[in-house]
């Protein structure tokens, strides 16, 4: 079980990592902070303006960050994240197909090749359960591709382009390679076990497990929702306060959304004779509530400098939303 604990030891590293930038406001201002969020903001209500995060005093150690804040890149490059993702998919899905050699490298270090008769056929992941967690994961990333060339805005506000961190635009690059692998990497001794053809394949369409079918439900309804909420604010003429009922009670429901797919995903590839959820898959649905529920929180901070106390009041009044804030302050 090499792979799965160091996929699941990024996930939770990267997650606490994230949390420690967040929890200290000169790094906050400085390398969480991308797309509107990154962009001065004005307010006709002079009471309710507040900068996101005060800058230090200059000092060697404020100068120092300021540099390192400089290393950026286009928040365009977002789209690099999901071409990264369907190659590795598809790579992957070659590699498990025919039993490739980059399957057996990662097969063989979870079990060494001395071990390799002791393996059991039961237990992890089934075949079916494989081929349809990289089905959603190749749909998810071909949904995402399409929204960020041809549905969302890839410039801030007033025609400017946005920038983002470097080292967070690395980490999203890892993130979604490891998530390419953490899909089916406990279904190695099913896969060794399947020869893969044509007929094999058609062989697998059948009844859904119980955990396959909640999955799927989930993936379909957080794609669904996440499409509808980025159709949305692509629509917007300029970035105003939304209006969609979604908006209304959550700050990001996009954001939400997406955590909703990840669950589905968690589901529908828990193994067989373990728990309701695939704890690689739930890792990785850590790191993204992590990671949304931070840019959430900068979302909130941003639409109050710009928009006022007042109009957040109103959208706040949600149960849900309040559950949430009072139990991690993540504002999906």
């Known amino acids: 079980m090499f792979v799965p604990t160091l996929l699941r030891a990024f996930f939770v590293l990267a997650s606490a990592t994230i949390l420690f930038i967040q929890s200290i406001p000169p790094f906050r201002s400085r390398f969480l902070v991308y797309g509107k969020v990154a962009t001065p903001t004005t307010t006709t209500n002079a009471k309710d303006a507040k900068p996101i995060t005060p800058r230090d005093p200059k000092g060697p150690v404020t100068a120092l960050l300021d540099h390192l804040a400089t290393y950026t890149v286009p928040h365009s490059f977002f789209t690099h994240f999901y071409i990264l993702a369907l190659a590795t998919l598809l790579l992957f899905g070659q590699q498990i197909s025919t039993h490739g050699s980059l399957y057996t490298l990662l097969r063989d270090l979870q079990t060494p090749e001395w071990a390799a008769a002791t393996r059991r056929v039961i237990g992890g992941q089934s075949v079916h359960q494989v081929v349809l967690t990289w089905t959603c994961l190749v749909l998810q990333t071909v949904r995402r ?8 805005k890839s410039v801030a506000e007033g025609g400017r382009e946005s920038w983002m961190w470097v080292v967070h635009y690395a980490l999203g690059l890892v993130f979604y390679v490891s998530v390419g692998i953490a899909g089916w990497v406990e279904g190695t001794d099913a896969i060794d076990a399947f020869k893969f053809t044509p007929m094999s394949l058609y062989s697998l369409v059948g009844p859904p497990s119980a955990k396959s079918f909640i999955g799927v439900i989930f993936f379909i309804f957080g794609s669904g929702f996440q499409h509808d909420c980025h159709a949305y604010l692509a629509s917007l003429e300029k970035y105003t306060l939304p209006v969609h009922p979604a908006f209304q009670r959550l700050v990001c429901p996009h954001y939400f959304a997406e955590c909703l797919v990840y669950l589905g995903l968690a589901i529908m ?34 639409y109050i400098e710009k928009f006022g106390e007042k109009s957040m009041e109103e959208m706040e009044h949600d149960t849900l939303t309040l559950l949430i804030r009072s139990t991690g302050y993540f504002v999906f």
């Open 145 to 152: 591709l399409y929204e960020c060339l041809f549905v969302q």
């Open 269 to 302: 590839s828990a193994p067989r004779g373990g728990g309701p959820f695939n704890v690689t898959m739930l890792t990785a649905l850590i790191f993204v509530g992590v990671n949304l529920g931070v840019t959430s929180m900068l979302n909130r901070e941003w």
